[in-house]
């Protein structure tokens, strides 16, 4: 079957830590990979993304790596910030059939701790 | 607009009433999507307009629900005979679907209880 999973239900991060939030996925023709961040009472938003060809891309204080060895995507936050209370999806995007196919992940809950 | 709008914001209607949820999405997107998303939980994908292809309906969970997109912009979900287990938010997003970069841009959800 298909699958895209996170490791960790919820994770609690003390302020100025470093995130890591991980992601697995079972479908290797998946080529485009995406990070959401879900605050209470609002819809997903865009962080960041990465292509298949692509094993590492940063951005403002967050990072994705992608190890397509072993199918894994984490998402790297660092010096965590109260603002950074949210949920976290991945999700993984295929063409399937002349469809873009975006399957979620379940998402981790990231608390911060002031 | 410069996003995703969805409306109502919040429904709460009576099991068995049928109801409609409207999505507005990014002007020149032609992808649009549909999810439900239960409390606590993750994102289930519903139904997926790209253009004028017939629409992918694989994630509809009964013949009670039902989507719309008229002239490749607005799109209406229709719930038919809501049941409880109907409760939900229900995210609309849309993309520009260029060459399989499907960034998705969500609008706020609308918050459906069912009595």
């Known amino acids: 079957g298909e699958s895209v999973g996170l490791h960790l239900p919820t994770l609690s991060v003390q302020e100025g830590d470093n995130s890591i939030i991980n992601c697995a996925y079972s479908?290797?023709?998946?080529?485009?990979f995406i990070w959401y961040k879900q605050e209470s009472g609002k819809g997903p938003q865009f962080i960041i993304d990465?292509?298949?060809?692509?094993d590492k891309r940063q951005g403002q204080r967050v990072t994705v790596l992608l190890n397509k060895t072993v199918k894994h995507l984490s998402l790297q936050i660092a010096a965590t910030q109260p603002g950074d209370s949210a949920v976290y999806f991945c999700?993984?995007?295929?063409?399937?059939?002349?469809?873009?196919?975006?399957?979620f992940g379940t998402g981790t809950k990231l608390q911060v701790i002031p | 607009g410069a996003g995703v709008s969805q409306s109502p914001s919040n429904k709460v209607t009576e099991k068995g009433k049928d109801v409609e949820l409207r999505c507005d999405p990014i002007s020149g997107h032609t992808a649009l999507y549909w999810y439900r998303q239960s409390l606590g939980q993750g994102l289930e994908f519903l139904i997926y307009?790209?253009?004028?292809?017939?629409?992918?309906k694989s994630g509809l969970p009964s013949d009670r629900f039902s989507a719309e997109r008229t002239g490749g912009s607005v799109s209406t979900l229709t719930i038919q005979r809501t049941q409880q287990e109907d409760s939900a938010v229900y995210l609309c997003?849309?993309?520009?679907?260029?060459?399989?970069?499907?960034?998705?841009?969500f609008g706020p959800g609308t918050r459906l209880l069912v009595l």
């Open positions: 990465i292509r298949s060809n692509m």
């Open positions: 999700a993984e995007n295929r063409n399937s059939g002349g469809y873009q196919k975006v399957t």
């Open positions: 479908n290797s023709a998946s080529d485009y």
């Open positions: 307009f790209q253009g004028n292809s017939a629409p992918d």
């Open positions: 997003a849309s993309s520009l679907a260029n060459g399989g970069r499907e960034t998705q841009y």
